[in-house]
């Protein structure tokens, strides 16, 4: 199986920062894209920000330009450095990433289980 740890969260005043980070772990052969999503309350999920193996970075346009996405290859490890929070930031940020298990040759889709982000005075 494979699992994703998301670790980060918290409560921060507005203008403030938090780094998010989530780590893949089990029996995994590679990687493909991961991710972050968010999900407020009475809302449905939406996308945060992607990046390939490669390195290529997608971002929702609310966050363009407060939100960095990076991730460690051989650590199978992404991350969010979230800047300038806003209280419309707070959401359940859950992790995602796009897994080829050693087990099989097909590629699926796997989620963290969450992590709160409180934007608040």
């Known amino acids: 199986q494979v699992q994703l740890v998301e670790s980060g969260g918290g409560l921060v005043q507005p203008g403030g920062s938090l780094r998010l980070s989530c780590a893949a772990s089990?029996?995994?052969?590679?990687?493909?894209?991961m991710g972050w999503y968010r999900q407020a309350p009475g809302k449905q999920r939406e996308l945060v920000a992607t990046i390939t193996s490669g390195g290529s970075t997608n971002y929702a346009d609310s966050v363009k330009g407060r939100f960095t996405i990076s991730r460690d290859n051989p650590k199978n490890t992404v991350y969010l450095q979230m800047n300038s929070l806003q209280p419309e930031d707070t959401a359940v940020y859950y992790c995602n990433a796009n897994v080829r298990r050693r087990v099989t040759t097909s590629w699926n889709d796997y989620w963290g289980q969450g992590t709160q982000v409180t934007v608040s005075s």
């Open positions: 089990g029996s995994i052969f590679s990687v493909n894209t």
